[in-house]
């Protein structure tokens, strides 16, 4: 099945190398943990990211299933956490560790960071927060001077790991550098950046569409880990967009739904689309579309925290209460940012439900907002939903699935593999061996199970929907249109 793709992610809490061949196949994998702190959510070590990876690199060409097909590894691409960045000395040695993306420390550097957006540019990416990449280069600068003269550029976590197999540096790609102040819609550094706010516009690196090929592995790291000289290193992508590759959703009008601690949705349109109130913002995709994408505070956390001790008979009994007449919002926090904005909004349920009640009316309720947000996202675009690939934890329930399905009145594709290493490991093949992202999702990308809607169970749950929104509005959560 040559050639071989290896893809990489370097995530919060670990580095996992993935190998796959030509059809798609998952050969072999290898992960290591990182030893975390307090600090960790704040910063890490780059360093210690490499070695994870390194150790990876060497455990996973290490294993039987590996060692006949070495000669054959094509290309390796990478792929980590969006809004994490670095900054480096003239020999490309961190300055700092990296600044993650769930650093909280540069929340006024975000609001100067969009308040200079919308006064000197008012286009593309304007809604920067703490998360955002911009900030945190702000902040940096503001709060270490006399580190901040030694940069010679800033990069992403993804970046560093591709420049320590290549020692190619100054490359980034479209959904990296989104986030850090790239405007995707006319493939620009905009002026503002280093005119307005303290930074330097050769600090900004080159940006080109993830699976573009760079450059070749370095000689000596080929040289240890026993790879063959020339195997590809392509750019990199994030952490969220190489999870989309895996799940198959790639062309117009085919969107992915990540349900983990969180509901995340992410899909791809020929247009961009702009939402005044944020709730979406658009990626670039490789071959030119868009990616829009949205996360909610509210997913399958509630899962883990009150059910994840008997899930396998609470799955079984679903099955036999749907549809429930039951209206929940099982929200775990305060507040909500997608598919609506509802600072004010706190899950509820109503009294008296058995514990199966309560876990079928959970899940028919975040499908219900999972249909809102595609309503949400058709309305705001003008193109139409054809499907729904999905991933993350909830996609193990087969329960859920059906629910889903018959919400949405939609079919849903779940995949065989679904980690971001994978959806990196396809990235990888996009330009190497296939013509593009697209082709190479095609031929890689293998569907496990298909969910298709029936028409008593859709129109059973087409009046529950309803009943949602007319609840929903009642607590003013949300308001009529989609608009407001």
């Given amino acids: 099945m040559a050639p071989y793709f290896i893809g990489i992610d370097i995530g919060t809490q670990g580095a996992r190398v993935v190998l796959i061949d030509a059809k798609g196949s998952v050969i072999s994998l290898s992960e290591q943990v990182f030893s975390l702190n307090d600090q960790s959510r704040e910063e890490q070590s780059p360093a210690a990211w490499w070695e994870a990876c390194y150790r990876s690199l060497a455990s996973l060409l290490q294993k039987e299933e590996t060692k006949g097909v070495i000669g054959d590894i094509k290309a390796i691409a990478v792929t980590s956490t969006s809004g994490t960045v670095i900054p480096l000395d003239q020999n490309n040695v961190p300055l700092h560790p990296a600044i993650m993306y769930s650093d909280k420390r540069s929340v006024k550097q975000a609001e100067k960071c969009t308040g200079a957006a919308l006064k000197y540019h008012n286009s593309g990416y304007t809604a920067f927060n703490f998360s955002s990449g911009l900030a945190k280069m702000v902040w940096f600068q503001e709060t270490y001077p006399a580190k901040a003269d030694k940069i010679v550029r800033w990069i992403h976590a993804a970046d560093f790991v591709t420049g320590m197999l290549s020692n190619i540096w100054g490359i980034t790609d479209y959904t990296n550098a989104f986030k850090s102040g790239y405007d995707v819609s006319k493939y620009e550094w905009p002026e503002y950046l280093y005119t307005q706010l303290p930074l330097k516009k050769e600090w900004l690196p080159k940006v080109v569409p993830s699976g573009t090929v760079i450059g070749t592995i370095s000689n000596n790291i080929a040289r240890n880990l026993g790879l063959p000289e020339g195997v590809k290193i392509t750019a990199g992508i994030t952490d969220g967009c190489a999870s989309q590759i895996a799940s198959g959703a790639i062309n117009p009008g085919e969107w992915n739904t990540t349900i983990g601690t969180t509901m995340v949705i992410k899909g791809v349109t020929k247009n961009e689309v702009l939402d005044p109130l944020g709730r979406l913002y658009s990626h670039r995709h490789p071959v030119g579309y868009w990616m829009p994408g949205g996360a909610s505070n509210t997913g399958a956390d509630w899962v883990t925290n009150e059910f994840g001790d008997d899930l396998v008979n609470l799955n079984e009994l679903a099955c036999q209460l749907i549809p429930t007449p039951h209206i929940t919002y099982p929200l775990q926090q305060e507040g909500e940012r997608f598919p609506f904005i509802a600072p004010q909004a706190r899950g509820f349920e109503p009294e008296g439900l058995t514990r199966e009640e309560r876990f079928t009316a959970n ?122």
């Fill in 363 to 484: 899940m028919e309720s975040v499908a219900y907002l999972e249909r809102y947000a595609y309503e949400m996202i058709e309305h705001l675009s003008g193109e139409k939903v054809n499907a729904v690939y999905t991933a993350g934890g909830a996609s193990n329930s087969d329960a859920w699935l059906t629910i889903r399905s018959h919400v949405l009145n939609k079919p849903i594709y779940k995949m065989k593999h679904v980690s971001g290493a994978v959806g990196a490991a396809v990235l990888a093949a996009s330009k190497t061996h296939f013509n593009s992202v697209i082709e190479a999702v095609k031929q890689l990308v293998v569907i496990e199970k298909e969910f298709n809607p029936g028409k008593e169970l859709t129109e059973k749950y087409e009046v529950n929907y309803q009943k949602f929104l007319s609840v929903m509005q009642r607590k003013g959560y949300m308001k009529g249109g989609f608009d407001a």
